[in-house]
């Protein structure tokens, strides 16, 4: 098996429901251990030709309940995106060119939570090697076009072909952080990592995003994916 | 003793109740009601000496929201204000009212927002108390006419804060080709000013003390009496609404619009009373003064508009424009008071005023002469405009240029904020993120550029914890012209802070 068969397999058995929802704790933690906590709800669905639609709604804390975040995703397409903001009541088209920029403050960028296509990199099987008492391969995937990270270093298990850990280097060829991927779960035949975890060791901070009441194949409507549901909230 | 008395609540606030005050959230199957809210303590410090100070203000607002089911559901934004910028003008009353200008706010209890919401497939409905937001520009947006706007601050509070909601009734429609949305609004509520000696009390309302004659009279002293609106019946036909038809093609947001309704901005007629007075029999020797009665006034206008935004590479760029028919513009009061009071015009009042003195035999000696300036330009005009916004990472950069057309303008008749026809108004606006989003640093800016006067809003917001922010600021305003947007501000520039725990 290639080290582009196993990403690929990885990347079909994580996107194998239609669609799926789940509620996300995001907690941010600075170098000093502070902690800020978000929670969000997500809404994904998958189209049959590689498009996809995703939107996040906000609820905690306060000041930016009722924020939503809308995307819709097609092969070789800039993403179109909408920012829907409560404080201004309209709904914002937003580029979408800025894939390597943080997603609200975390250490994940909008390229981590999934604005990838896998075609864009080169793979090559370096090693395996047992993470947690679990034999993974160890891939290192290096873009074709280095616009975000020069490389990537991913720890994929043998046994269910889930990411466990990622290594990201900077353009300029440093570390830069790594993410853990962890509390895998069984949802309805999906492997799904339900805690993940990215550390910057480049500035200290700390992001950890919890699953909850992740739910496969619920049969979400295209309306969800809409402006109109922006502004109604979740 | 009241800055101490906000200090205090706060802090005590702040240790005492957001446990008790926390968020509350029920959800149960398709069912869920939550109750959201914060306490605002707010202290503003006048940089210029020559205009009044303000109290600190304190705000309550609670964010009540339940649906029960995917079909429906309802929202009650309630804000309890006693504010320091306000002063009583006399009501007792403690809920603002929905038919006044001058409003008591020390203190009161503001429905900020009330309505129910029904979802079907293809149709909401939104009926009560509801703010909208047409239009794709930031702030300034010319088809954005359905609600009247709180100025008490001038207008400096951001959009949403300052739009007074308006009981109405709006039906969206859904269909994959366009979005439809309709809305109703029964009754026109009035925008709200502060009272005329408070600080952002507009300076275009206010007459000039005195008005300057070449006769040998002079100077014409002007007193004035400010009067609240008075609506018109509530019937079909003093009611508003409008129409916007949304889509999104080739990808672009684009949206047409229509709206009929009474001019959201303050218009005022200004009936004069000129007396007369006979000082000294002997050497003919009269007395003129004058008493303005400011009254507003409301017209009707149609607005027929568009609105678009779409990205270009790594750029957000957005337009907006509107056709304003019967759109009624506010001469210069100094202007047509000086005309009402010119020397000809004093002529024929003292030559009548003479008249009616020998005619009843000496004992008239005074007389009063009611004039009913024509205060207002009626014409049809433009306004339009377009803005780019810049995102990257945790930076953002907005740079927007507005400008209104008047066609028929007539130099021999000056109107308030339009010079020679045109005003074009450049905004800019810089927003950065430090350490996670917990610092946010924010500098706005608007120039006209006809009245070369420009307004400076810089802010620094820092969240000590997810549910305790604080923020300090200053708005700073420059202009040489009282008929101007922002040079009738000039006087009040002020430094601010506020303290805000949200549950």
Known sequence: ?234 | MKAYGCASLILIFIHLMPPALAAYQYDRQDSSISLYGYLQGEARYALDDDTPDEDPSQVLNLDLRANLGSWNSMMLVIKGIDDGKVIDPGSARLFNEFDRIYQDRNPSVDIDEAYIDLYTRYMDVRLGIQKFAWGRLDEINPTDNLNTEDLTRGGTDDEVERKIGAPSLKVSMFSGIADIEMVWIPRYVPYRLPNPQERWFPEVMKPPAVIETETLIGEIPVLTTYHDIDLPALNVRNSGGGVRVSGYIAGVDLSLSYFTGYDPMPVTDAATDITVTLEDVLALSYDIDAHVDITPRISRIHVFGFDLTTTVGSFTIRGEGAYFKDKIYNRKLSSVLAQELAGQRQEEMIEEFMQAYISSGGTDTARTFHVEPDMAILEDSMKYGAGIDYIYGDTSVSLQCIQEYMPGFDEDKPVYFIKDGVDTVVTASFKQFFMQNTLEINLDAAHDIQFRDIIFKPSVKYSFTDNLQMCIGAILIEGKYDDALLGQFRDNDEAFAWLRCNF
Not at chain 1, 80 to 103: N, T
């Open chain 1, 1 to 234: 098996m290639s080290a582009y068969d196993i990403v690929k397999k990885s990347e079909d058995l994580l996107d194998q429901a239609k669609d799926s929802r789940a509620d996300m704790l995001m907690v941010l933690v600075d170098k000093k251990g502070n902690q800020r906590k978000r929670t969000l709800q997500s809404f994904v669905k998958s189209g049959d030709n590689d498009e996809s639609k995703s939107i996040i709604f906000f609820i905690t804390p306060a000041d930016v309940k009722g924020t939503s975040f809308l995307v819709w995703s097609e092969p070789d397409k800039e993403d179109d995106q909408w920012l829907y903001l409560p404080a201004l009541r309209r709904v914002r088209q937003i580029s979408s060119s800025g894939k390597g920029e943080s997603f609200m403050g975390t250490e994940f960028t909008y390229f981590d939570m999934g604005g990838y296509d896998i075609d864009d990199n080169t793979y090559t099987l370096v090693k395996e090697e047992p993470i947690d008492n679990n034999q993974c391969y160890v891939i290192e995937a290096l873009p074709k076009v280095a616009k975000y990270y020069s490389k990537r270093i991913i720890w994929i298990r043998k046994d269910i072909f889930v990411p466990v850990k990622i290594d990201f280097y900077d353009k300029k060829g440093l570390y830069l952080k790594q993410g853990i991927f962890s509390d895998i779960k069984d949802i309805q035949g999906i492997n799904t990592p339900t805690r993940m975890e990215m550390y910057n060791k480049q500035n200290k901070r700390s992001t950890v995003i919890e699953l909850s009441n992740v739910v496969y194949d619920t049969g979400l409507k295209d309306d969800i994916f809409t402006q109109r549901y922006m502004k109604r909230g979740r």
